[in-house]
């Protein structure tokens, strides 16, 4: 089992910056990929990122050049930074972690609010 706590997330202008973090707990060396989901007011939950085991990352295009993904495996975290933020940035972030064989696991998220 992989337990997960986002935090990070706030109040920002648009234009600013943010980091959020994904503390992962439990058998995290069987985590196969850590994903950064969002969900704005009215719209479906979407994938942002991904950092996989190996170090591969993917963004979503409407974050790409401006997100950053990245993890210290050190400290059992994965980030998110998060530049040049615009408020079609605003929702509630998930960290999501796939391990082992078909398992998966969400955080409680953390809520980014981008004011214009």
């Known amino acids: 089992q992989v337990q997960l706590v986002e935090s990070g997330g706030g109040l920002v202008q648009a234009g600013g910056s943010l980091r959020l973090s994904c503390a992962a707990s439990?058998?995290?060396?069987?985590?196969?990929?850590v994903d950064w989901y969002r969900q704005g007011p009215g719209n479906q939950r979407e994938l942002v990122a991904r950092?996989?085991?190996?170090?591969?990352?993917m963004y979503a295009d409407s974050v790409k050049g401006r997100f950053t993904i990245s993890r210290d495996n050190a400290k059992n975290t994965v980030y998110l930074q998060m530049n040049s933020l615009k408020p079609m940035d605003t929702g509630l972030y998930y960290c999501?972690?796939?391990w082992g064989i078909g398992r998966y696991g969400w955080g409680q998220g953390t809520p980014v609010t981008v004011s214009s």
């Open positions: 999501y972690a796939r």
């Open positions: 439990g058998s995290i060396f069987d985590i196969k990929s």
């Open positions: 950092i996989t085991d190996g170090g591969g990352t």
